[in-house]
């Protein structure tokens, strides 16, 4: 292959294909707002690509599980990326396939303590890459664990802080779309998490 911009582990590059081969799924569940794509693309940056993207060539080179490295890849000027053809798989597998991809990640929890002595192991130019914001690190390193119920001690919610509340997939979908939209309102597309809760707290109160 001549003219490939790509950056991964050497055991999947006999997997690449030109993104121009590739498309986004036009009925893909799972949103990637900028701040998604900046976190996955900075991942790409610091690691490259580790695991390839899961796609449908036999219908136009469909993503079905990697889209936001299709995008991010895309916004580094790559060429080319790593990805497995899944055409064995029927339109309500793949499609099925995609959500499972997503929700068995989002099952999964965070052990705070733990999260917070491996981001400070870690050099800044790694933990930068991590995709965990500055406040969320901050926070971490100075976090002195709240009363919890019994077996919930130390867990992250879902918005990235360390205050132990703990949501639903679907409520943080909920927060997620809120805070969009008041980064959009307050034209501040880094304002962080913790800072757009605290405003949107701060109006419902006034």
């Known amino acids: 292959m001549t003219d490939v911009r790509w950056k991964g582990a050497e055991a999947i590059r006999p997997l690449l294909v030109p993104l121009e081969s590739l498309t986004l ?5 799972r949103r990637h707002p900028a701040s998604n794509i900046e976190a996955i693309a900075a991942s790409l940056q610091a690691f490259g690509q580790r695991k390839p993207l899961v796609v449908l060539m036999a219908a ?3 993503v079905v599980a990697g889209n936001g490295t299709l995008e991010a890849a895309r916004s580094l000027g790559w060429t080319h990326v790593a990805a497995v053809d899944s055409s064995d798989l029927s339109s309500d597998q793949a499609r099925a396939y995609g959500l499972a991809d997503n929700q068995t990640t989002d099952l999964s929890e965070w052990e705070a303590t733990k999260l917070r002595d491996t981001l400070a192991k870690l050099p800044p130019i790694l933990k ?15 976090m002195t664990l709240p009363s919890t119920p019994r077996g919930q001690e130390g867990k992250v ?17 909920v927060i997620d779309r809120a805070v969009e939209k008041l980064r959009a309102q307050e034209n501040d597309p880094s304002m962080s998490v913790g800072r757009a809760l605290e405003l949107l707290c701060a109006e419902f109160l006034s």
Do not use: H, Y
């Not at 799924?25 to 569940?29: L, T």
């Not at 919610?157 to 409520?171: F, H, K, M, P, Y």
């Open 157 to 173: 919610d879902a918005t990235g802080g360390t205050r132990g509340i703990l949501v639903s997939n679907e409520q943080g979908e």
């Open 128 to 142: 930068a890459a991590t995709g965990f914001s500055t406040e969320a690190v901050e926070a971490l390193s100075k």
């Open 60 to 62: 136009d080179g469909m």
């Open 25 to 29: 799924d036009p009925e893909n569940a």
